[in-house]
């Protein structure tokens, strides 16, 4: 016969202890006994404050505080007594803080004196290591260098931002496709196969298959990385601004104490040498972080194509697209500077915000002529539904086109020198490619034959169409416009209205792309329809992005 009496007194622990939980309280438990019961202290565990909740003659509760002294420590224990440790605080006496675009951020012990140089004494101590591991790389984004490097930095010195919840250095840096952020095509495919004639400049599409050699995929994406990861400078520091975070004493708010950084660490005697004190948080910024203004950092332009030295150069404040050419060691005699591309991030940016905007805004009224337009004669629901669903689809190809960020030069047909380019000031991450002089013009849409066709001097439109088939009975023959090599749009609405009708007589140029788009058969006609050929400019500048678009 097994007999298991009642419990006794209890007390609880809680908080800071190896075991929290209920106890038993046997005889006079005093509190280093509970503790040693519960496992003891665990490290972080507060020795200046614990406290003692008590129930006094089931009448009051009270609360006693203590430290864990040696008086303490003897103090006995009732019955329902509940025991809290509290940990340390997390602040650091002596130690400051140093974070954002550094080679090893992290916790430094403090000194009375302390000042900005001598947290950062030189610029070496500003080189992040994901600089100096791009730099050891011999192909630029290999995977297996990266993953080495990437597992030895963890193993062998682990970086302060592992423990401290601070943004890693991979998220401070720039990937390395967002420098020129552009497609190998536009800048004449390097690395692709030489046995294939396609001209410079064109999309290219290869089969997974294509290569007898497995390796020959890799080479085209190493040779590809290596000339995009030209130029790009991680390391790049905001010299013109740092801030001290600070906690103010008196109402515990948070002080910025901003600083200027050259100054701080090349001339220590400057106001900008901030005294430092024990708490601080100092963060240095990249130029991913905040945007400069263009003298301030270093700006590139990737120049490519029918150009005597291609290649990626460093923008001098003040200089133009034309100075940069002429470093380039000019044109070629084979360039067509007529349909050169300049293409420019924030161009693209907006491109693809105004491509948004007019989506929405044709989807809208799209659906609205359709939900307030009774069915035709000789036509159902289910078919105009049909209709509805197949000018939906049309509209989803024009706007799955991802724009270009081309800036259109409006140069002369004939230019053909250096002097002919304008002086446009250059942003960063500008790209320019002037290709080799070409030889066709692009007939697309809905025409018969698609296709391109060979240029003839002084040949006008119309002949080029009927070369084609002309447009087909689904054609939107109001609506025709030409794509022009440089970028330009000239469409059969705005030449009509202003040259009385002559557009089937407008001469073409090499590189031109005439575009005949379907007829819509939208109730009422579609308000934002007439944009179409603006949106087809800006979006894809290609005969093999129009063939996407117009079937």
């Known amino acids: 016969m097994i007999y298991i009496p009642h419990v006794g007194a209890q007390v609880a622990i809680t908080g800071s202890v190896n075991e929290p939980g209920i106890y038993e309280l046997k005889d006079e438990m005093t509190v280093a006994a509970a503790l040693e019961g519960a496992g003891g202290l665990t490290s972080l565990a507060g020795a200046q404050r614990a406290l003692l909740e008590r129930i006094e003659n089931r009448n009051a509760r009270v609360v006693e505080e203590f430290p864990l002294d040696t008086q303490g420590m003897r103090r006995q224990l009732a019955d329902g007594d509940l025991l809290r440790i509290f940990p340390l605080s997390p602040k650091f006496e002596n130690a400051v803080m140093l974070r954002g675009s550094v080679a090893q951020p992290g916790r430094y012990a403090w000194k009375a004196g302390m000042h900005v140089s001598d947290l950062i004494p030189s610029q070496e101590f500003l080189v992040t290591r994901d600089f100096w591991n791009g730099q050891n790389e011999l192909v630029p984004g290999s995977v297996d260098h990266a993953f080495r490097t990437e597992r030895a930095d963890q193993s062998i010195n682990p970086r302060p931002d592992q423990f401290m919840n601070q943004r890693s250095e991979q998220s401070e840096n720039p990937r390395p496709d967002q420098f020129m952020d552009q497609r190998p095509d536009q800048f004449g495919n390097q690395g692709i196969d030489r046995n294939t004639n396609e001209h410079p400049g064109q999309s290219i599409s290869h089969s997974p298959n294509q ?185 989803a190809r024009l706007f799955a086109i991802q724009p270009t960020g081309q800036v259109v030069l409006q140069m002369k047909p004939e230019a053909a020198s250096v002097s002919d380019i304008p002086d446009l000031p250059i942003e960063d991450q500008d790209a320019f490619y002037v290709p080799a002089r070409l030889s066709t013009v692009q007939v697309t849409g809905a025409v018969y034959n698609a296709n391109a066709f060979r240029h003839q001097a002084g040949r006008q439109l119309y002949a080029y169409l009927n070369d084609a088939g002309g447009p087909t009975r689904d054609a939107d023959t109001k609506r025709i416009f030409v794509i022009r090599a440089d970028g330009t749009v000239v469409s059969k609405q705005s030449r009509s209205a202003h040259l009385h009708g002559d557009f089937e007589k407008l001469r073409l140029f090499p590189g031109d792309a005439i575009v005949v788009p379907e007829r819509f058969k939208a109730p009422g006609g579609i308000r934002g329809i007439q944009d179409f050929t603006q949106i087809i400019s800006q979006s894809a500048l290609t005969a093999a992005a129009l063939g996407a678009v117009l079937p």
Do not use: C
Not at 256 to 284: E, H, W, Y
Not at 292 to 318: C, D, Q, T, W
Not at 337 to 348: D, F, G, K, N, Q
């Open 211 to 395: 290569y007898e050699n497995p390796l020959t995929n890799q080479l085209v994406t190493a040779r590809t990385s290596m000339i995009e990861s030209v130029g790009k400078n991680s390391a790049e520091i905001n010299w013109e601004y740092a801030v001290i975070e600070r906690l103010d004493d008196q109402d515990l708010s948070t002080r910025l104490i901003p600083f200027r950084l050259a100054s701080a660490i090349n001339d220590p005697a400057s106001g900008d040498n901030q005294l430092l004190k024990a708490g601080d948080v100092v963060t240095i910024f990249s130029r991913a972080d905040l945007d400069l203004p263009m003298e301030k950092h270093a700006s590139f332009i990737r120049v490519g194509g029918e150009v005597n030295a291609p290649g990626v150069y460093r923008v001098n404040p003040g200089e133009t697209l034309r100075d940069v050419v002429v470093r380039a060691g000019g044109l070629t005699s084979h360039s067509y500077l007529y349909a050169s591309r300049l293409t420019r991030v924030s161009t693209r940016h907006a491109q693809e915000e105004q491509l948004k905007k007019s989506s929405e805004q044709m989807q809208r009224e799209l659906v609205s002529k359709y939900a307030n337009a009774a069915p035709s004669t000789g036509q159902t629901a289910n078919d105009q539904q049909a209709q509805l669903g197949m000018q939906q689809a049309a509209l």
